[in-house]
């Protein structure tokens, strides 16, 4: 086949924030050659009706589109690239590799504001209105022109202001000052930001590391300067934080910058809290509870290089960093470094050991419970293992056992040993910390008489009843109704059957009257203040008794907690899914770890049916690392993940054939190469979930380049699939869950 090889003028390949998989063709401005529109810098141009913000990520000879077809691009916005070559180098890898439209993943790079063309300059422009703009609203000249009326009043009335407000209130204020400016009725000035080029201090001199803490940090520390990645394996109190402070410290030293992932952890990173402890110096945060407006000021103190260290959850990944020298990523275990709703599924824990790769730097992955694939890495040599196995200073590590309930009494969700601990306990003026991984009242409604359960309309679930609110509410979509007065059936009077941390509270509260307790859910703690103020109690000593669900097993550290309740450990011990397990393991070992610093042993009771499960001996037995070892094994067995690959092909529809006729579609379209299996379609386990029907389609391979090949074969078939059309779907690369 003899193409004709693309001709014509020079086109800018640009990519924009739509589900398609190409990048789009556009001529320069009329006023601009080509090579003033610098690869990396976004454009506002025309899209069908629409105006958008496109990033150019390449120039191009010509476009295989015949010219007069090309369009214009209506205005450059950066005169620097936003974002570099290794950047985007990324962003095409993670494209590639979770088959993701470039444009949608450009986009999640960026904060919202930059994507809708504000400034991304460290310098600010500040605009203020001159005298004659002042007369001219008075007058004449502007009655026709409401837009620039309006922006012109706005600069008074405020006195003056940055691109940056602007780029808030108006879309058209780009062309609006434009035209003010040229009649002289507006002037600017650039206010630069100034770079902290100077050594940064430290605020206070680390602690003396101990030995294994120092070996963890010499190895990291040899390894600057190229791409390595070490596993810190640490139980919690072992001091990794300490380890991570050091790196960082040692990288400032060297003029380079650090980039630290933490998990989302609803409220704010406890990390970010000790490195502004620790070092002088401007740190940008990139969490979720930032205002767009802070998120993009952030963003830009990370691109001009101002901050020294960038600290964020799951996107932060994506982060500028000048000079980068470490990425260090905290708790890396964590599940919420997975993205898994919307387009755009990717893994962050993933993707900062990519972008360490490509940068040349090392990549540290911090965990007192490592993910298996973590630990899988360090047994076939990708990665090295820093093991800090005892807590730091005089801290003792927390015993665990077993409560059988089927050998013991129970109050409402609590058995008679955990109870006569937590009066020990109590009674030797410690605190005492409840697990259960529920919020609300209790996780079922039942009527006795008839048997009729309480049903949410939109899912396959139940709902769940909430006492403080008088509410049932579904923990899957969100809908809400008031709490029945009887039987909807048969008009019987209702029970709420089962436990949540609402209950668990009121049960501790009749039988501990005169103990304060404290309740952490996302009920009860909603704001960051919430949770300030929930902590200061439990630190101060005023509240004895913390009961609440995962909120509780992260991050926080707990010194006068020396029991430590688990209270429905049972719930994943028979789960299909096959990282259950490892998540049970890790959320005991988490929250077992909250108990006990300082010099108190702490005392870790998990009440369960199964006393003899494997799962339950083993940890108990070997600790973490020993269930670790016997479920890698059960991993290789059975040829799931690490020992295999997998994409899961999600659809869901208004209904299940719908959603389950794209998948068969997609079936039968596939050509998979023999190392490659194709499983299902089937559908969710929760098959109807926000009044939609879910169902997936699971590609397996032991090959890893071969499932990949297959993929880019197959994606962009699916895309022309008339059985599309009525369905959402979406790829889910290494996905968390399966069933
Ligand atoms: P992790 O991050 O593993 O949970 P941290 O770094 O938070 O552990 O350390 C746990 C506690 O031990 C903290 O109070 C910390 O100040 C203290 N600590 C850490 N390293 C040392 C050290 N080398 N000497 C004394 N105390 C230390
Ligand atoms: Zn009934
Ligand atoms: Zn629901």
């Known amino acids: 086949m003899s193409a004709t090889p693309p001709s014509g003028p020079g086109v800018l390949r640009i990519a924009l924030d739509t589900p398609l998989r190409r990048l789009f063709d556009y001529l320069p401005p009329e006023d601009l050659p080509l090579g003033a529109m610098p690869v990396g810098a976004r454009v506002h141009l025309p899209f069908g009706r629409r105006q958008l913000v496109g990033t150019i990520l390449a120039h191009a000879a010509g476009s295989e589109l015949p010219v007069e077809r090309l369009r214009r691009v209506a205005e450059l916005i950066d005169a620097e690239p936003l974002l570099d070559d290794t950047l985007r180098g990324f962003l095409s890898w993670a494209s590639e590799y979770y088959h993701h439209p470039i444009g949608e993943v450009v986009a999640a790079a960026l904060p919202r504001l930059l994507r809708e063309g504000a400034p991304a300059l460290a310098a600010l422009t500040h605009w203020s209105a001159t005298a004659a703009g002042t007369a001219a609203l008075a007058g004449a000249p502007l009655r026709r022109a409401p837009q620039q009326r309006a922006l012109l009043q706005r600069l008074i009335a405020t006195q003056g202001a940055s691109s940056l407000d602007l780029a808030e209130g108006a879309p058209n204020w780009r062309g609006t000052l434009r035209k003010l400016s040229e009649q002289g009725f507006v002037v600017s000035h650039e206010e630069p930001v100034t770079l902290q080029d100077a050594a940064p201090l430290l605020r206070v001199q680390g602690l003396t590391l101990g030995s294994e803490q120092q070996a963890a940090f010499a190895a990291v520390r040899a390894g600057l300067g190229g791409f390595a990645s070490f596993l810190l394996d640490g139980v919690t109190g072992s001091g990794k934080t300490e380890v991570y402070l050091r790196v960082i410290e040692e990288v400032l030293a060297r003029g380079q910058r650090a980039l630290v992932l933490v998990p989302e952890i609803g409220l704010t990173p406890q990390l970010l809290q000790r490195l502004h402890e620790r070092f002088d110096t401007v740190i940008a945060p990139l969490h979720s509870q930032l205002t767009d407006r802070e998120r993009l000021l952030a963003w830009r103190d990370a691109r001009s290089g101002r901050a020294r260290i960038v600290i964020g959850t799951r996107s932060a990944v994506f982060a500028p960093v000048p000079q980068l020298g470490v990425i260090i990523v905290d708790e890396e275990h964590d599940a919420s470094f997975k993205q898994h709703e919307g387009g755009f599924r990717y893994s962050a824990r993933d993707l900062a050991i990519v972008r360490a790769q490509q940068v040349g730097v090392p990549v540290l992955l911090g965990s007192a419970t490592p993910a298996l694939e973590s630990l899988y890495n360090v047994a076939v040599g990708k990665a090295t293992r820093l093991s800090l196995p005892r807590r730091a200073g005089a801290a003792a590590t927390p015993t665990l056992a077993l409560l059988d309930l089927r050998a013991h009494a129970q109050h409402r969700g609590l058995s008679a040993p955990l109870l006569l601990a937590m009066e020990k306990h109590l009674g030797d003026g410690n605190q005492v910390l409840i697990f259960i991984n529920r919020r609300g009242y209790a996780p079922t409604l039942l009527c006795k008489a008839c048997g009729w359960i309480a049903p949410c309309t939109h899912c396959d679930a139940r709902l769940t009843v909430h006492r403080a609110s008088d509410t049932l509410a579904c923990h899957h979509c969100g809908a809400q109704q008031p709490l029945p007065t009887g039987c909807p059936r048969c008009g019987h009077e209702l029970r709420p059957v089962g436990q949540g941390t609402e209950r668990i509270e009121e049960v501790l509260r009749e039988r501990f ?75 005991i070992i988490q929250v077992a770890g909250r108990a006990g610093r300082a010099a108190k042993p702490g005392e870790v009771l998990i009440q369960t049916d199964y006393p003899q499960h494997p799962l339950l001996q083993n940890l108990l037995a070997r600790g973490y690392d020993g269930f670790a070892q016997a479920a890698l094994a059960e991993r290789a067995d059975a040829r799931w993940p690490p020992y295999s690959r997998l994409a899961l092909l999600r659809s869901s529809g208004k209904t299940a054939q719908a959603a389950l006729a794209f998948l068969e579609q997609a079936r039968a379209q596939a050509q998979p190469p023999m190392q490659v299996k194709l499983l299902g379609p089937v559908p969710a386990s929760m098959a109807r979930r926000a009044g939609r029907h879910h169902a997936q389609l699971l590609a397996e391979s032991p090959d890893r380049a071969a499932l990949h090949r297959f993929l880019a074969d197959w994606l962009p078939q699916l895309d022309a699939l008339p059985e599309a059309r009525g369905v959402r779907w979406s790829l889910d690369v290494d996905p968390q869950e399966v069933f």
Do not use: W, Y
Not at 553 to 566: A, D, E, I, N, Y
């Open 513 to 587: 009257a005169d103990v304060p307790l404290v309740r952490f859910d996302r009920d009860s703690v909603q704001k960051a203040a919430d949770l300030e103020a929930a902590l200061l109690r439990v630190n101060s000593g005023e509240a004895r008794i913390l009961v609440g669900t995962q909120m509780l097993t992260k991050g926080h550290h707990f010194p006068q907690v020396t029991l430590v309740g688990v209270l429905n450990a049972d719930q994943s011990l028979f789960s299909a899914d096959f990282r259950a397990a490892e998540r049970l393991a890790q959320t």
